[in-house]
């Protein structure tokens, strides 16, 4: 069984207000990703890291910013929510090399009102 | 371009009516195909990587093929408690050691 850690599970806040979501994984996995899902749609992938202070943007255009700094652990940023930032985010990680499954956290749905 | 479909969009199942999900994909230099199930509100569960055209993988009522084309996912006599959105997602050479999912397939399986 995956041991990620996605906190909060749920998150309601207003406009402006600044945002970190958490993710933490206890395999020693050094590719650490997240998507943005949004409810019946598929997984878009907005950031991802191969390794310690290595971060790139994904696919999917997200004014998020993310860090890693250790290995577990692989935080997500808002600095200003939106409405348009409304979604359910997942963190996934996965060992280096390639056909390596990916493990999910439980996701965070984030709603910003 | 490189793309992952999924096929039908949403499927209705009575109980114990076997039926298959479809996943297309026109990838360079196919490294693995996975296939996910997601439950409502959480996050994908791993089931099945397939690595070259082929292969087979079950796990209780699932069953899943690959060609180098597609890959199938067969369910078997299905129960309720296999309702979910199945995933396929697909890792290649031109996205290095990132994945590109498919939009999904929602079963439903009545009782």
């Known amino acids: 069984e995956a041991d990620i850690y996605q906190t909060p599970r749920y998150l309601v806040i207003g406009t402006g207000k600044k945002i970190t979501l958490e993710c933490s994984q206890t395999?020693?996995?050094?590719?650490m990703y997240w998507y943005q899902q949004d409810p019946g749609m598929e997984l878009h992938l907005i950031h991802y890291?191969?390794?310690?202070?290595?971060?790139e943007k994904g696919d999917l255009s997200s004014e998020s910013t993310v860090s890693r700094i250790r290995t577990e652990h692989f935080p997500l940023t808002l600095e200003s929510a939106r409405p348009s930032h409304t979604s359910q985010y997942l963190c996934?990680?996965?060992?280096?090399?390639?056909?390596?499954?990916?493990?999910f956290g439980p996701g965070t749905r984030l709603t910003v009102t | 371009e490189d793309q992952v479909t999924q096929s039908p969009e949403a499927l209705r199942l009575q109980e114990g009516e076997s039926s298959s999900l479809n996943c297309s994909y026109t990838?360079?230099?196919?490294?693995?195909l996975f296939w996910y199930r997601q439950d409502p509100g959480k996050g994908p569960e791993f089931l099945f990587t397939?690595?070259?055209a082929g292969e087979e993988k079950e796990k209780e009522r699932l069953k899943a093929t690959l060609t180098k084309k597609e890959s199938f996912l067969h369910i078997t006599a299905p129960k309720p408690e296999d309702s979910a959105t199945y995933l396929c997602a697909v890792q290649a050479d031109n996205y290095g050691q990132n994945f590109v999912f498919g939009p999904g397939t929602r079963l439903s399986v009545l009782p």
């Open positions: 395999m020693g996995h050094d590719k």
């Open positions: 990838v360079s230099g196919l490294r693995g």
């Open positions: 996934a990680s996965r060992e280096t090399g390639y056909s390596y499954e990916q493990y």
């Open positions: 397939l690595y070259s």
């Open positions: 890291s191969y390794g310690v202070n290595s971060t």
